[in-house]
Every structure is written in structure tokens, then in C-alpha cells.
């Protein structure tokens, strides 16, 4: 298969995790948003450039089926994709790495997230348990940006935890026949040349 193919091939399997994911957290109304998995997924295997694209098309198609929340907040995610792809692609990482990785993939796409969430909407998001705990913070010296900050880097470092542990043990799992993105059809013709 063309390495192209195969590649955009994860980046779309990505994105339609995103899209699942996001979609079981507003049904079930979770803390934690799932809508990152595959961006995750993309940025580890695929790099920066995936992660950000993974994102930010996940963001837009799950605005369109009616979370117009998505569409606003697919920009952190892709600060998220790009950053997680940064800091794990090709790179080794042991188990107690992954906490402090994840802080790095998560604080600026929150302080961005709580941008996005302060100055667009008042401090409410399609999340109801992150709405009710921003709302209920800024009525405190937080005030509304300290509360949606707080509020994102909590939830949002959580929520990228989780999906990068079950990137990472998934990746263990599969098939190095599925991992691999070398073109062998551009080997042979160069063996050929």
C-alpha cells in the first residue's frame, strides 16, 4: 500500500475516534471531553503536522453534526495534536514519563481553551460538569478566565492522559505491519535503478 494511502488512512480512522469519543462524553455528559484519542493517535505515530490535522478536521465535522462548540475548540486541539506530536513522535517514553509528557501536551491548549471559553462564551462549553464547575469558580477570586483555566487544565489533563495511556498500550498491541509508513514501492525501484 502507498505510504500516502496508509497515512491518510490513520489520520481518518483518527479523526472518526475523535468524532466517537466526543460523542459518547456529551451522551454520557463526562467530565472529560474523549475527543482526542485520535489526535493523540496521530501526533504519536504520524507527527506534529497529523496531530494538527487530525484535530482540527475531527473539530469541524463534529461542529457540523451539532456540537458548535467543536469548531471553536478544534484550535486548541490542534495546539494539542502539533505539541503531542512534538513531544512523542519518534521518541521513547517510558510509563512515568507519560505524566509530565501530558502536562506539556495540555497546559497551553488549556490557557488557550480557557481564551476560547472566556471571551466567545461567557464561560460555558458543551461539557455541563466543566460549565457548572467555571461558572461556580468564577464567583470566586478566580474570576471567570482563572476559573475556565483551572477548570480546562484539570479536565483537559485527565482527559489527554487517559487517551495517550490507551495510544500508547494500543500501540504495543498492534502489528508492526500497521506502525510502519516506509514505501517499499519507492525501495524496490531504487533496488531496481
Do not use: H
Not at 67 to 81: E, H, K, T, W
Amino acid at each position: 500500500m502507498n505510504t500516502n494511502v496508509k497515512k491518510l488512512t490513520l489520520i481518518a480512522a483518527a479523526v472518526a475516534i475523535n468524532i466517537v469519543g466526543s460523542k459518547i462524553a456529551l451522551l454520557f455528559n463526562l467530565p472529560i471531553f474523549l475527543d482526542s484519542i485520535g489526535t493523540m493517535l496521530a501526533g504519536i505515530v504520524l507527527g506534529p503536522v497529523a496531530g494538527g490535522i487530525t484535530a482540527l478536521v475531527g473539530g469541524l465535522i463534529s461542529g457540523v453534526l451539532g456540537d458548535v462548540y467543536a469548531i471553536y475548540f478544534s484550535l486548541s486541539g490542534v495546539l494539542m495534536g502539533v505539541i503531542a506530536g512534538v513531544v512523542f513522535y519518534k521518541k521513547k517514553t517510558s510509563f512515568a514519563s507519560i505524566f509530565w509528557k501530558t502536562l506539556i501536551v495540555t497546559l497551553p491548549a488549556s490557557a488557550l481553551s480557557a481564551c476560547i471559553e472566556t471571551f466567545l462564551f461567557g464561560g460555558i462549553t458543551s461539557a455541563v460538569v466543566t460549565t457548572f464547575l467555571i461558572q461556580a469558580l468564577s464567583q470566586t477570586a478566580l474570576k471567570l478566565f482563572g476559573s475556565a483555566f483551572l477548570t480546562q487544565a484539570v479536565t483537559d489533563y485527565v482527559d489527554k492522559l487517559i487517551a495517550i495511556i490507551l495510544v500508547m498500550e494500543s500501540l504495543k498491541r498492534l502489528p508492526d505491519s500497521l506502525l510502519k509508513f516506509d514505501d517499499n514501492s519507492s525501495k524496490k525501484n531504487e533496488k531496481a535503478a
